[in-house]
């Protein structure tokens, strides 16, 4: 079975960083391409970047840019997202979702495996 | 690329046939999918390249359109069709999204 677990709920202070993982298990990590979403309370489906499972190269949103990171371990299978200098507007769900195979070159694919969502609040 | 959807909303009953439409402020060819999403849990994809039905996936979804036009069919709504469906491209980069339509009960 494919699956993508993510890790768990977090609350940050104004101004700290997160880091959010996800594990692939059921199919080949390097085959694939992972990509990274997020959805605020009550909003809309937000793509923030994808990262390749084979090789760690990596695109991020403009809006992104600067102060998140994208990382794997094919070792253990896992991708991992790292936001910095959070604010109350990153309060949101997060989740990765698989993307692309690499053999299909550069652009995006519909998500047909996604995490289960890690919660992250931002608070005072 | 930006997407609207509409309705943002609708209540309809069990056995309605429901038409959630989705445009593209550009054109994208077929590179639509749609996604199913239920409260608390990760999106659902039913609908891949504008009218490829994914695997499990009941017979009652079908989408159609091009170029900036598309729409999402539920035949006849079934209880555990109640839920917000969104529409994203997947033409150029970024992905993006549609604001989603949510679909309750009558």
């Known amino acids: 079975q494919e699956l993508l677990v993510q890790s768990g709920a977090e609350v940050k202070r104004p101004g700290a960083s997160v880091q959010v993982s996800c594990q692939a298990s059921?199919?080949?990590?390097?085959?694939?391409?992972i990509s990274w979403l997020r959805q605020a309370p009550g909003q809309g489906l937000e793509w923030m970047g994808w990262?390749?499972?084979?090789?760690?190269?990596?695109d991020t949103a403009q809006e992104f840019a600067g102060r998140l990171s994208l990382t794997t371990d094919t070792s253990t299978s896992t991708a991992y997202m790292e936001m910095r200098s959070l604010t109350f507007d990153d309060t949101a769900v997060y989740y990765c979702?698989?993307?692309?195979?690499?053999?299909?070159?550069?652009?995006?694919?519909?998500?047909?495996?996604w995490g289960q969502g890690t919660p992250v609040v931002v608070s005072s | 690329i930006q997407l609207t959807q509409s309705p943002s909303s609708l209540s309809a009953s069990v056995g309605d046939r429901v038409i959630i439409t989705c445009r593209a402020s550009?054109?994208?060819?077929?590179?639509v999918a749609w996604y199913q999403q239920k409260p608390g849990k990760a999106p659902n994809l039913l609908i891949s390249?504008?009218?490829t039905l994914q695997g499990g996936v009941p017979s009652r979804f079908s989408g159609s359109g091009s170029g900036t036009d598309f729409t999402l069919t539920i035949s006849s709504l079934q209880p555990e069709d109640f839920a917000t469906y969104y529409c994203?491209?997947?033409?150029?980069?970024?992905?993006?999204f549609g604001p989603g339509t949510k679909v309750d009960v009558k």
């Open positions: 979702a698989r993307d692309r195979p690499i053999v299909a070159g550069t652009g995006s694919d519909p998500f047909n495996l």
């Open positions: 059921g199919y080949k990590f390097t085959l694939y391409g």
């Open positions: 990262i390749s499972g084979y090789n760690g190269n990596s």
């Open positions: 550009q054109g994208i060819s077929n590179y």
């Open positions: 390249a504008t009218s």
């Open positions: 994203q491209q997947f033409h150029a980069s970024p992905p993006t």
